[in-house]
Each structure stands twice: as C-alpha cells, then as structure tokens.
C-alpha cells in the first residue's frame, strides 16, 4: 500500500496493491495488522455503504461532535466521486481549509479522514457506490455539518446545482457551525 500525504495534516490517500490478470482483479481494502504497520491503527468498528443513483448528488459536509468524533476509511466500488475534506480542528495550522480527491472503483484510492475534519463528496456518474469504515458508532445527537456551499471556503465543487437530501442543504456556514475539535499537533 502505498500511503500518499496531503496538504491537510493527518488526512491521507492511500493507493493499494492490486493483483490482477485476465480474470480480473485481488486487492486488500483492508488489513488491520498492515495498517497498524503503517501507524493507521484506528480500531474500525462499522462499515457503511451508500448508493447515488445520479450524477451530482452531494452528499456532506457532515462530522460528529467529540467525544462521538469519527475516524473514516472512504473507497468507490463503483463510479467516480469528488470527495472533499474540510480541517475542523480548532488551532490546526490548516483549520477551515479543504482539498478534493476523485475517488473512483477504475483507482481504488481510499481516503483515509481523521476524527476533527468535515468530509462529504458528489458524484461524477450515474450509480456510485461509496463504502467506508468507521471508528465510532453513529450518533444522532453529535451529528453536525457544514453547508457544501459555504462562501468562505470556495469549494470547487463539479457542479453548481446539487442533488441534496433535505438535511444537506440546511448545515450552516463554517463560521456558524458547532464545532467542539482542538488540534494537538
């Protein structure tokens, strides 16, 4: 596996292994031993799976309060996606700032998003399939999110007029947003 840093400290993309021939394909999504190797040792407890019918849904910017936090492990099994990250960690030296990755099922790259960042992503075609693991249950109560059209943090999203759930398009500005995260560097 190779483990690439991003300009958002602690976020990372990784790019596994993958064995394939005339058949087809292998690959390791996820090795708990491999990743502890590597010092991504975060206790995953549950895995989630998503399906976008259209393109441009979008989906985010969501997090959960501390101490209900989540660690996420994002990956395509089908489709293309714009995922985008947001720091949410008071005091980070790259607090309110983002980045975008393409996620697709042709890379296989999973996106590695700390407890403390905001993360949501929209679709490039028809039919994605997002799955991800996290480290903490969820809970109603901690969840929070940020609006994906937030002016002051210019997402360059692929599209300007998403397919959002009722929730997603009421999530305050970063500015407004709850926020109970402190970067310990």
Not at 59 to 74: E, N
Not at 93 to 107: H, K, M, V
Request: charged share 20%; with cysteine; hydrophobic share 35%.
């Amino acid at each position: 596996m190779k483990i690439r840093e991003t300009k958002l400290l602690g976020v990372k993309l990784l790019e596994p292994i993958v064995f394939g021939d005339h058949r087809g394909f292998f690959m390791e999504s996820y090795n708990a031993s491999t990743f502890a190797q590597q010092g991504l040792d975060y206790g995953f407890i549950q895995d989630n799976h998503s399906l976008s019918i259209e393109s441009n849904v979008l989906r985010g910017m969501h997090y959960q309060l501390s101490p209900k936090g989540q660690t996420k492990l994002v990956r395509v099994t089908a489709g293309e996606i714009y995922d985008v990250v947001i720091d949410i960690r008071r005091g980070s030296p790259t607090f309110g700032q983002w980045e975008g990755f393409i996620l697709s099922e042709s890379n296989k790259f999973q996106l590695l998003v700390p407890n403390g960042f905001a993360h949501g992503f929209c679709t490039l075609t028809p039919n994605c399939e997002v799955q991800y693991k996290v480290d903490a249950l969820y809970s109603p109560e901690h969840d929070r999110g940020i609006a994906w059209n937030d002016p002051a943090l210019a997402i360059d999203w692929p599209t300007s007029n998403p397919i959002l759930s009722d929730k997603d398009g009421k999530h305050p500005v970063l500015a407004e947003a709850e926020i109970n995260f402190v970067y310990e560097g």
